[in-house]
């Protein structure tokens, strides 16, 4: 009988044990389920907390310069938003324990201001509160392919400030930050575009702000690279760019102009153009005589090999993309046609070039006075 019962005895036993090891491995399997998620319950719940009254903000000094207008009338709690909906400020919240940490928080004036995206609160508050050369006085705009002298003229007008200032700020070249290449000669450096004009900005100031944006465009386009693919140095580009800028008005014929000067200047030919003389003359007028043409400056492309010595005018970044980019051709001569559409015709022979000055003589001859010097 027992011989009987023992298979069935054994295995019970087992089966009992597999019961138990299963029931213990559950236990601990709840447990370290239980102990994980608690864990995971407790890390996630010390961050939440650990976080928990952080106000959200920006660190660091900024990041783009950007304009802000506060308008008249207008709270703080308005102001906060403003400067939130411009990127300036992270959240409301950073500027109103700014504005609580700041008794001088209500002298905020409206007007428009320089600040930069992504500032701390209260960098923020501090610089609306002493805005200094961030307050914006009023706007002035210089035109492209104007020379220096009428820049000076321009920024005298729009900025009010005396033409004496800004001729002794010339003779600081570092200080207005001039490039090593300009050797201290500002022409073709002021970059012509629309400034803002902050409360206690200077004649200094004022030229650097532009001799900066200079540097800005120009390292936009890569001009110290295209310069050394053209194997021209950086005034040299800048060069042409200013003659492109006073030769044509249209961005389609840039590139080709830009072309032409450089097929010329390689190919040992005198560049020949109008704007150079007129530029050493100070002529008012599109065109030249014969007794401009003979004109012993430097600056007269038609009796003196190369480029002149310097740029004849400001360019804009157009003139500047094109001088660093010509398009490909062999064109060696250019004409505009036509002085009410900019019409600019280009031509590879002098048999060619024979022909788009004959076109060019006749809308002269159907425009009486516009084509005289």
């Known amino acids: 009988m027992s011989s009987m ?78 400067l939130k909906k411009d990127d300036v400020i992270k959240s409301t919240q950073a500027w109103d324990s700014a504005v609580a940490s700041e008794e001088r928080a209500t002298s905020v004036q409206p007007g428009r201001y320089l600040m930069r995206t992504q500032m701390p609160a209260i960098d923020a508050l501090r610089l609306l509160i002493n805005p200094g050369e961030s307050r914006v006085r009023a706007q002035f705009t210089i035109p492209e392919g104007l020379r220096l002298s009428q820049q000076i003229d321009a920024l005298v007008k729009g900025t009010k400030i005396k033409r004496s200032a800004f001729e002794k700020a010339l003779k600081k070249p570092k200080s207005i930050g001039l490039p090593s290449y300009a050797k201290g000669n500002a022409e073709g450096f002021l970059f012509p575009d629309t400034y803002e004009l902050t409360a206690d900005a200077t004649a200094t100031s004022t030229l650097k702000q532009m001799v900066d944006e200079y540097k800005a465009v120009t390292g936009d386009i890569d001009l110290q690279a295209a310069a050394k693919k053209l194997d021209r140095s950086p005034y040299q580009v800048l060069t042409v760019a200013s003659i492109i800028e006073r030769e044509v008005n249209q961005d389609q014929y840039r590139a080709k102009v830009a072309r032409v000067l450089y097929n010329r200047l390689d190919d040992g030919m005198k560049l020949g153009l109008d704007s150079t003389v007129i530029y050493a003359e100070k002529l008012n007028t599109n065109t030249t005589t014969p007794k401009d043409r003979d004109s012993d400056s430097k600056y007269n492309t038609y009796k003196r090999k190369g480029l002149p010595p310097g740029p004849i005018s400001a360019p804009g970044k157009a003139a500047l993309e094109a001088a660093a980019n010509p398009e490909p051709g062999k064109w060696l001569y250019f004409t505009t046609v036509n002085f009410d559409t900019g019409e600019t015709k280009f031509a590879e022979t002098d048999a060619e070039f024979r022909q788009i000055v004959k076109e060019f003589q006749g809308w002269c001859q159907s425009n009486p006075g516009r084509c005289d010097s």
């Open 5 to 82: 019962l023992e298979p069935d005895t054994k295995p019970s036993a087992a089966k009992e044990i597999l019961h138990q090891g299963k029931g213990c491995f559950a236990v601990l399997l709840a447990l370290a389920v239980l102990v994980g998620g608690g864990w995971f319950v407790y890390t996630q719940g010390k961050s939440l907390m650990d976080s928990f009254g952080e106000t959200p903000d920006y660190t660091g000094r900024g990041v783009a310069p950007i304009t802000v207008t506060i308008p008249a009338g207008a709270t703080l709690d308005e102001i906060g938003s403003v």
